[in-house]
């Protein structure tokens, strides 16, 4: 009952964290583009509600999944730090084979060091966010036994949801262009549809791992990667084809994560069938 009463108590103040953040941007409208103060306040309230739920509502911080968990799962950090870099070439090799892209000003110097300088900003982002979505809210209904289906559209659906004042209000129309030529609206409907795919694979990294790192470092690659890509214009998709093969929210490319999400979970799933069939064994002292 604390744990339901408790993931309801963030998700209201999830809802609410970007609207707050938008009427103080409102009162206060001299501030740059996409650097505001409500804007932090967007990006830094869900993380203040689970620290006062873990310290003052009885949460508590044992699930947290701050312990790297080394043992067993470093194949699991690998397949983190690669999955958005593959899909992405895949992408990319797809969209070069059907003439769907333009890449005259691609430049692979320019692009690996926009990645390298920003991996340590992203780095550090991703663990505040990742300690939201995956250690507090993935941990807590992951105990309610939602099934997987639910599981992932309870988790995708919120996190989506948190992000619609920023597609609203937040996020420069450019840069909506930029990843899809669509109004604002239309791209919030977008962007909450791909997170609740993308969820499919966080959750499943995580709970095969039982630690946030894999994901922190996933979630650091995909927007030290493709958002420079897109919005420092090293490619240029041709006009029509940006809902199949935007290299963060085409159909394609969606579809494409959704497989890598329901092939973790086909292999956690055949994990646990073995843990049941072959347990550990157990060592009793004879006197």
């Known amino acids: 009952m604390k744990s339901k009463r408790n993931v309801m108590i963030f998700v209201v103040v999830v809802l609410v964290s970007g609207w707050i953040g938008v009427l103080v941007d409102h009162f206060l409208p001299e501030q740059p583009q996409g650097d505001s103060l409500g804007m932090g306040i967007w990006l830094v309230l869900p993380l203040f509600a689970t620290i006062l739920l873990r310290a003052f509502m ?12 080394f043992k067993g799962n470093i194949k699991w950090y690998v397949v983190a730090l690669l999955i958005y870099p593959v899909i992405t070439f895949a992408v990319l090799l797809i969209s070069y084979l059907l003439g769907w892209m333009d890449f005259s000003d691609f430049n692979i110097k320019g692009l690996t060091s926009a990645f390298a300088g920003g991996l340590l900003i992203q780095f550090i982002k991703n663990f505040f966010e990742e300690s939201v979505w ?20 309870t988790v995708g659906g919120i996190w989506g949801a948190w992000h619609i004042p920023y597609f609203l209000v937040f996020l420069s129309q450019s840069d909506i262009a930029s990843f899809l030529p669509v109004n604002r609206w239309l791209f919030a409907l977008v962007g909450i549809i791909t997170m609740i795919f993308w969820t499919v694979m966080y959750t499943e990294i995580y709970l095969m791992t039982k630690t946030i790192w894999p994901l922190v470092l996933m979630h650091m690659t995909e927007d030290a990667l493709v958002n420079p890509l897109i919005l420092d214009g090293y490619i240029k998709i041709t006009q029509g084809k940006e809902i199949l093969v935007s290299p963060s929210a085409g159909i394609i490319t969606t579809l494409l994560y959704l497989v890598v999400g329901l092939l973790l979970r086909g292999r956690r799933k055949r994990l646990e069938e073995e843990s049941v069939l072959n347990p550990p064994p157990t060592f009793t002292n004879k006197v």
């Open 58 to 69: 009885g949460d508590g911080w044992r699930d947290i999944g701050l312990s790297p968990n």
């Open 134 to 153: 995956r250690g507090y809210l993935t941990s807590k209904l992951s105990k309610l036994k939602l099934s997987d289906f639910w599981l992932y559209l």
